[in-house]
């Protein structure tokens, strides 16, 4: 059974930095493309950085290019997404979730968490 627990989501001010952690389990986690994706109130979900198997290749929407940064560590099975800069749009709740196969895409993912809240005061 595959489980994707994300965890780090919290209350912060406009400016302040966050660190997201998923940790993967029930899945050969480095044959596995994996994402951060988020849901504010009333909108849809939207992809935000995803990240190869091997680490070499990252890909961010352009709404947190430049601020935010994702990682892994397959010797852990996690997942990490590094928020910089926060901002009161960036209010969601942010997902992990995985796919396999090589490419680093925005949609077709197979495995999802359960969510982090993340909530930034302006």
């Known amino acids: 059974q595959v489980q994707l627990v994300e965890s780090g989501g919290g209350l912060v001010q406009a400016g302040d930095s966050l660190r997201l952690s998923c940790a993967a389990s029930?899945?050969?986690?480095?044959?596995?493309?994996m994402g951060w994706f988020r849901q504010a109130p009333g909108k849809e979900r939207e992809f935000v950085a995803g990240?190869?198997?091997?680490?070499?290749?990252?890909y961010y929407a352009d709404s947190v290019k430049d601020r935010f940064t994702i990682s892994r560590d397959n010797a852990k099975n996690t997942v990490y997404l590094q928020m910089n800069s926060l901002k009161s749009e960036d209010t969601a709740v942010y997902y992990c979730?995985?796919?396999?196969?090589?490419?680093?895409?925005?949609?077709?993912?197979?495995?999802w968490g359960q969510g982090t809240q993340v909530t930034v005061s302006s």
């Open positions: 979730a995985g796919r396999t196969g090589r490419a680093v895409l925005t949609t077709g993912y197979d495995y």
């Open positions: 029930g899945l050969t986690f480095s044959r596995h493309t």
């Open positions: 990240i190869s198997r091997s680490d070499s290749t990252t």
